[in-house]
């Protein structure tokens, strides 16, 4: 069974930072996209960062180059997003997902597809 579990969120004040942790059951990051996303109460999910399995290709939403970074450990299983100058834009409930695919695809809606989604970890930043 794949699972995914998210942690590392929490309170913390505009300009700090948090590092937020997935360790992965059952999957290998060799055959699968792995990555962050995030979503607002009221809005849509976004795609934050991600590592494609496919070709070793990173995405950063723009909205976070710069101030975030995505890393994995394969030999633990865990996939990182080390998050710098937080902005109160980025409050938010936080998920991990991975894809057999290789890559995150957008579907009908505007939401991304993704075999699998932890649960959330809730980032709050205040200012």
């Known amino acids: 069974e794949v699972q995914l579990q998210a942690s590392g969120g929490g309170l913390v004040q505009a300009g700090g930072s948090l590092r937020l942790s997935c360790a992965a059951s059952?999957?290998?990051?060799?055959?699968?996209?792995i990555g962050w996303f995030r979503q607002v109460p009221g809005k849509g999910r976004e795609g934050v960062s991600w590592?494609?399995?496919?070709?070793?290709?990173?995405y950063y939403a723009d909205s976070v180059k710069g101030r975030f970074t995505i890393s994995s450990d394969n030999a633990k299983s865990m996939v990182y997003l080390q998050m710098d100058s937080l902005k109160s834009e980025d409050t938010a409930l936080y998920y991990c997902?991975?894809?057999?695919?290789?890559?995150?695809?957008?579907?009908?809606?505007?939401?991304?597809?993704?075999?699998?989604w932890g649960q959330g970890t809730l980032v709050t930043v205040s200012s």
């Open positions: 997902a991975a894809d057999s695919s290789g890559r995150f695809s957008i579907i009908a809606g505007g939401d991304f597809w993704a075999d699998v």
């Open positions: 590592i494609s399995s496919s070709d070793g290709s990173i």
């Open positions: 059952g999957i290998s990051f060799d055959d699968y996209a």
